[in-house]
């Protein structure tokens, strides 16, 4: 975790049109958030659930800075929030000044609209691990709502947006696309300290039109706050889920643990077990378009079997495709049954070469990475 620079005062005005829309101005500097899509986002949900979720966003847009005093146009209701944030790093808990240009909040409202009731929800990026919590429920005869949360990151964007409704057209599952206007700052490693409450509530919000009771997220949550996140800390989530509650959203998150190479294992079982094609729609290779073709190139010529059944919209090269690769090879994709050994050879040699020659890389490969690659070696 890096050091923070705090600032002393940061100013958060809301716009009168959109009251998910807020802009933050910091030493000069102006940053936003805002929900743009769909523009009746919030409906059916309470004054105080929509309160929450502005506070929320708040948080995400000062956790770069932790300002002592926030300086708003509006009302923060459910402060708490922001006081827990802060002491979770150790701050006392920021000063909310009201300024100048007070604005009376917009709230989304009720729908004449019956939806129909889905029970589960899942916060659904369109890669693997989000992809396996779907099938989960797919597997045990429930259905799941994919809320897909545009612009979270700070790249591969258009190509998740694209690839997670695409994956639910094809399964048959109820997809929402909600869509940000991200210029937060608040996107490199210590987008963690509020992302994924941010994901989580965002998500929580489109599913309660649909009674949603269960809703689902990436876990691996820790218990020791001083090793992690906020937004990764389970006292963290203990506290939120009381306050979804409050609030009237009337769900639980859960963090569902992912596994690493083994949940491509599972996914090809699955695949087997639901009659679905799961695996070429998935969409999680970290590199930017204009480089994809390139790295394909290379496999094309090193290894092209392999790069013929890795649909195009894999790189082949990055950590996540290399994931994808190694647990089709040790859990024998069928697609792969007639790839030869000569071509195991290439990618086993060059992911070790690859973790050599980029010390970065071993950062971001599992214990479980490893000792799948090593057993391939043999
Ligand atoms: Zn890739």
Redesign the pocket.
Known sequence: MSAVERRDRINITVSPKNSFDLTMLTEGRKFGLAIIEPNDYGHDTSEAAQDLLRTVMVAHLIAPYFPRVIETNFDISLDRFLAELYRHYGYQPPRIKRGSGQITLAYAQPTETEFAQIPNASAHSGGLDSVYRLMHFLQNGENVLAVHLRNLNSKGNFAEAKASQAQCLDWGLPYQQVRLKNSSGNTNFDTMRTRDLLLALVVALSAKPHRVSKLVIEGGMSSDPTQSHFSEYSGAWEMFNQMLLEVGLDLTVEGVDPGDIETVGEIIKLEKELGLEILPLVQN???APFQVPNNRGKWERVAPFLAAKSPDH?????H??RRMTLGRIFYQDPRLSHLPKKEIDVFVADTYEWLKKYPHNRDLVSESFLTHLNELRH
């Open positions: 290779c970290f590199s894999w790189c082949g090269s990055c996540k495709c």
